[in-house]
């Protein structure tokens, strides 16, 4: 099994910056990909960002395209998602997760950091 950990939300101004960090542990042989996603309150979890685990193929959602950016440490097994120019509404409990080889949706998640975007 694989364990996702993530950290780094908060509290921040609109405009400004926060890296979210998401600790991989476990069987990390078999993830395959790796994804973002937020949920606000009241309103349904929605995709935010992706990649292979091995880095490549990137994916964004259009409302974070240019203001996101998804990376990963090898030596760390650690994901990460760097946020700029953030807006109030980014303001969402964000997830971690992960798709292992031969699965079609993700089935592995974190249990969520907070991030709050003030106006």
């Known amino acids: 099994q694989v364990q996702l950990v993530e950290s780094g939300g908060g509290l921040v101004q609109a405009g400004g910056s926060l890296r979210l960090s998401c600790a991989a542990s476990?069987?990390?042989?078999?993830?395959?990909?790796v994804g973002w996603f937020r949920q606000a309150p009241g309103k349904e979890r929605e995709f935010v960002a992706s990649?292979?685990?091995?880095?490549?193929?990137?994916r964004y959602a259009d409302s974070v395209k240019g203001r996101f950016t998804i990376s990963r440490d090898n030596a760390k097994n650690t994901v990460y998602l760097q946020m700029n120019s953030l807006k109030p509404e980014d303001t969402a409990l964000y997830y971690c997760a992960m798709r292992t080889v031969l699965t079609t949706t993700y089935n592995g998640w974190g249990q969520g950091t907070q991030v709050t975007v003030s106006s």
């Open positions: 476990g069987r990390t042989s078999s993830i395959n990909r």
């Open positions: 990649m292979y685990w091995s880095g490549s193929s990137t």
